[in-house]
Every structure is written in C-alpha cells, then in structure tokens.
C-alpha cells in the first residue's frame, strides 16, 4: 500500500483554520447541551433517563453512522459534503424550536444535528489528514479544539477497495470499446448497408445477432462486478476476524466502548448534577459545562501534541488518562461545593482531550495499513457508548433518586476498559507484536582428511 506524502503545512494551515470555525459554528449547540437539557427537564417533565436521549443521539448518531459519512465524502468530495452538513445542523436546530414534545425532539436534534454533524466532522478531518503527517497530531489538535467531545476519526481509504473500483471501472470501460469495434459502423459493415436494407430478414437477423452479443457481455459484466464484490466482502470479514485476534485491539474495542457508557455522561449531565447537590446559582463562577469545554480543548492540544514526541508512548498515555478519569468520576459523588465540582469538571475536560491521541493508539495497535478498517469499527463501537452512556446515568437517577451510584457506575466502567488495556499492552501479555526468535546458527564440524 502506498500513501502519498503530505505537504505538512502550507495551504494546509489555512485548510487548519478554515475547519476550526466550521466546526466552531456546527458543534456550538450540541456541545452545549448540558445547558439545555436542564431546559428541556423543565419544559417537557419527561424522566433525566429519557431527556438524555436527545444529547447521546446527537453525539452518537454521527459515530454510528461513520462508513455513511466516510463513503460521502469519497463520492462527493469534502467541499459539498461539509456545504450540505451546513444545511443540515441549521435546518435540525430550526426544526428543534418548534418542538412539542421531546420525541420531536430524538429527529429534529439527535438524529438531524447529530448526523450533519458527523459529515462536517468526517469532511474537515479527513482533508486536513491529507495535508499533514509529521504535524498532523498538532493539525487535528487544533481543529479538534472547536468541537469538543467529539472523537478524532482517520478517515484514510484502503487503496485496496479503491483500486478494485478503478479495475471494474476499467473492465467496463474496456466491454464498451469492445461494442464500438464490433458495431456496423465499426467494422466495416457500413459498406453492406444497401443489400441490409434490400433484404429486410437479413437486416432483422443482424440485428438480433447484436442485440444477442450485447445482452451476453452485460450478463458477463454483472457477473464479475458482482463476483469481485463479493470477494472484497470476503476479504473485509476476513481482515475483520483477523483485526480480533489482536489482544490488543479486542482490548481497546472493550475501552473505547466502557469509556464512552462512562466519561462522556458528565458533559451532559455535571449543570444538573450541581443543581441536586443543591449549589447556589450566585456561587456560579462559571458554568461548568463551559469550564468542560475549555479543559477538553486544552487537553487535546496539549496531547496532541505529546503524541508527536517519539519518546513518549501513547498507548500507556492513553491508559493512563483512563484511569485518572475513572478515579475523578467516582469523586464526584462527593463533591457538594461549586468549587470541587469546578476542580472536577477541569480534570474530566482535560482528560477527555485523550480523543486526540486514539488515532495514534489505534495506529500503534494495528499499524498504518489496516488503520481505517480498524478505525471504522471502533467508532462504531463508540457511538453506541456514546447512545447509551447519558440514558443510563438518568435512569439510575430515575431508579435511585441521586447521582451517587450513577457516578460510581461510570467511574467503574472507565476504569474497568483501562486496566483491561493495561494488562493486554503490558510486554508478557502482549504477544501479537513480538518477533519470532532467530534459529540459532548451525555448527558443521569438519574433519581434515590425513595422507597415510
């Protein structure tokens, strides 16, 4: 597989800027939703678990829906898919205003927002991946800053899926030559076109000669393009059984899936957490949701760029930034204080800048040939985290009346995924990159033959 190499600077940074303020003006709302959602209790009177749809589906919808973005933006380019995801956050949230009811309110903003959204985040990423290498942990640092809570995604096309569509672009172009040099006007026939139509069953013979020719190279065609389809899914289920066998992956597929049920739920949830614990409305320095946003964004550049230093392994990095967070969730049960939930909510925002050192986790696991089959599937796997996280926090609120055991349960989940990657990365356990050992050299002993 061959990749081409990126500029690394250049117009990339106005590509940089340009991505930062789209994604600064199209994730304003959805990563103020904690703010919101305190609204939409009042309003509406549905339970905390079922009001927290709204905000998981607009985070999670994006992510399940990655291979839909990912093949848009390789069909139309980023420039029209990052124009319609425009269109489309602005008409969701119109939409949203005029909501009745908080079902209105699962298509209007979870689904609507949520998926225009993860196209303008799929367009500006994957452009901005194509004009950076050495810099692109800074590159998506930086527009990462504008849009918070949301993942980094490599977006990067197997050569393989794209050559294949380049040979069966090739064979049809090739059946198509072929009907050219074997029509009348092709091959000669023009000169017999007087006795053609002299003799009108000769004419009508000819023609279902052609009409026969034709039918069976289109039969031919469907057959191979349907035969080489099926062979790339084949393949794909086979690189995808092979992509588990990887104790490392099927470790951080296990992670990435606990640490999205557990450590996005404060994002949305922490402005309600501190109206439980009874904190004043006048102690408010600054919204906490906000104190989240400011922290995300510092911890993903500040981690982004550590991800570029060579001397610093990130898979540990990684692991380490979930546990401190798990330990930070389980803390927040007994903060009663604006102050310690500000404490919190700055170290959970930092730590959940981790998002932008996953693509060089992954990459580190799996290597750069197979980092966005595995990418896609890990995503996947993260926007349901990111569905169900929010919904079960309100539920146990529902069941339990605090936030207590909701929060021990996150803490638990985020940790649990951490040590489990811990363990399958530490050098005894982690098998699937060690090299065979070397034969040991052959000794031949030589015997000098004597003259007698």
């Given amino acids: 597989m061959e990749f081409k190499k990126s500029p690394d600077g250049g117009w990339g ?197 052609t009409y026969k020719k034709k039918v069976a190279e289109q039969t031919y065609l469907c057959k191979q393009l349907a035969k080489r389809k099926w062979q790339l899914y084949r393949n794909y289920c086979g690189e995808t059984m092979a992509l588990f066998k990887n104790k490392v992956f099927t470790a951080l597929f296990i992670a990435i899936l606990l640490f999205d049920i557990g450590g996005f739920p404060p994002s949305l949830l922490m402005e309600d957490v501190a109206r439980s614990s009874n904190v004043k409305e006048e102690d408010f320095i600054m919204p906490l949701i906000s104190i989240i946003g400011i922290m995300t964004a510092v911890g993903k550049l500040l981690l982004g760029v550590l991800a570029d230093f060579k001397w610093i392994n990130t898979l540990y990095l990684y692991v380490a930034t979930l546990i401190i967070m798990g330990l930070a969730l389980c803390a927040i049960p007994f903060a009663k204080s604006y102050v310690t939930l500000a404490i919190l909510s700055g170290i959970l925002g930092f730590l959940t800048g981790n998002w932008s050192i996953f693509p060089y986790v992954t990459t580190k696991t799996v290597g750069i040939e197979k980092l966005a089959h595995a990418y896609g599937i890990l995503m996947f796997f993260a926007g349901i985290g990111n569905s169900l996280g929010p919904p079960t926090i309100g539920w146990f609120y529902d069941w339990t009346q605090t936030y207590d055991i909701a929060f021990y349960f996150s803490g638990f989940c985020v940790l649990l995924g951490g040590f489990i990657l811990l363990l399958a990365a530490l050098p005894p356990w982690d098998t699937c990159n060690k090299q065979l050992p070397k034969p040991a050299p052959t000794t031949y002993l030589y015997k000098v033959a004597s003259n007698v």
């Fill in 13 to 209: 940074w106005v590509i940089v800027f340009v991505s930062f303020f789209t994604q600064f003006l199209c994730y304003g709302s959805p990563l103020a939703v904690g703010v919101l959602y305190i609204e939409w209790l009042d309003a509406f009177g549905e339970g905390k678990g079922k009001t927290a749809w709204v905000g998981s589906l607009a985070s999670g919808v994006g992510l399940l829906a990655s291979p839909v973005c990912s093949l848009c933006v390789s069909s139309f380019g980023a420039r029209p898919v990052t124009i319609f995801s425009g269109f489309l956050v602005a008409g969701g949230l119109m939409l949203s205003s005029f909501a009745p009811n908080i079902y209105f309110l699962f298509f209007s903003y979870g689904i609507v927002v949520g998926l225009g959204c993860g196209l303008l985040y799929t367009a500006t990423v994957t452009i901005t991946c194509q004009y950076f290498d050495s810099r692109r942990g800074l590159a998506l640092g930086v527009i990462s800053t504008a849009g918070e809570n949301v993942p980094e995604r490599y977006f990067i096309y197997n050569e393989k899926e794209k050559s294949l569509e380049e040979n069966i672009s090739i064979l049809e172009k090739s059946y198509s030559s072929v009907e050219k040099c074997k029509s009348p006007l092709a091959n000669g026939d023009w000169k017999q076109e007087g006795p053609l139509h002299k003799n009108p069953t000769m004419a009508h013979t000819k023609e279902t000669e």
